[in-house]
């Protein structure tokens, strides 16, 4: 199977490298590495330059497209632009200050070859916390957790290109929770998940969703309320995160 990889990245240099370089690790590159730069003003666009003289020697069979977005226009806006020039397969979305495991990309497309009908692969990550503390590994959760929180993480999911053509991109009204609207959906549509239960990827705490945590909270709820049949979970679990301030 082919894939293509997406990051988003706005004034990102000191983490965009190893992110780019956690891809090229893989040993099995990506048909196509699409880049949405949202304007960086820090030198994140001197790196991204960087990377494509580099692969245009070392891996000319894998395309570095950069792609500039309008600075307004979000994270879900980022994403949809890479989706429209994504190519193959299978498509996976990293983020700029998180990083593949080694071996994550060779796991997942076994478990889709391994199960032909999935999906969507997810598998477990590593989040490491901004204040030094231990990292610590994050598993799956059932999807009976879907009406309170997302129970997959996103930068370990790689997903089949067809279910982004049948289903659309991402919701552009959203800022912070778009990744675990697009995955309800994609289970109100009965798409079926394989989950690989050992790390595919690293992700960094302390990004926007940590620092803009009333924004998450009511986005998370609109995303259950418009997903779930009734209930009264969502609003269970936002008042939940509200007092414990999370």
Excluded at 118 to 131: N, R, T
Excluded at 161 to 169: C, F, I, M, P, S
Aim: proline letters at 5%; one cysteine or more.
């Amino acid at each position: 199977m082919t894939y293509t990889v997406i990051t988003a990245c706005l004034n990102a240099a000191e983490t965009l490298r190893g992110a780019l370089d956690s891809v090229v690790a893989q040993g099995r590159l990506p048909m196509r590495y699409v880049i949405v730069d949202g304007g960086s003003t820090d030198g994140t666009l001197d790196v991204v330059d960087d990377f494509k003289s580099r692969m245009a020697e070392a891996a000319p069979e894998m395309e570095v497209v950069l792609v500039h977005q309008d600075k307004s226009s979000g994270i879900a806006s980022a994403w949809n632009l890479g989706l429209e020039r994504a190519v193959g397969d299978v498509v996976s979305i990293l983020n700029a200050d998180d990083w593949y495991e080694p071996g994550a990309v060779l796991a997942a497309m076994n478990a889709f070859k391994d199960n032909p009908d999935a999906d969507i692969v997810a598998g477990a990550v590593w989040f490491h916390p901004e204040d030094g503390s231990p990292s610590r590994m994050s598993r799956c959760k059932s999807f009976c957790w879907f009406p309170f929180l997302m129970p997959l993480m996103h930068p370990a999911c790689f997903v089949k290109k067809k279910v982004y053509d049948e289903l659309g991109g991402f919701n552009e009204n959203m800022s912070l929770s778009m990744d675990y609207d697009f995955v309800y959906r994609c289970f109100n549509a009965g798409k079926r998940f394989e989950i690989v239960n050992v790390p595919l990827a690293n992700m960094r705490l302390g990004g926007r969703a940590n620092s803009s945590r009333d924004v998450a909270r009511r986005e998370t709820l609109d995303a259950a309320l418009r997903n779930g049949a009734w209930s009264p979970l969502p609003w269970a679990a936002y008042f939940a995160r509200k007092c414990l301030g999370r």
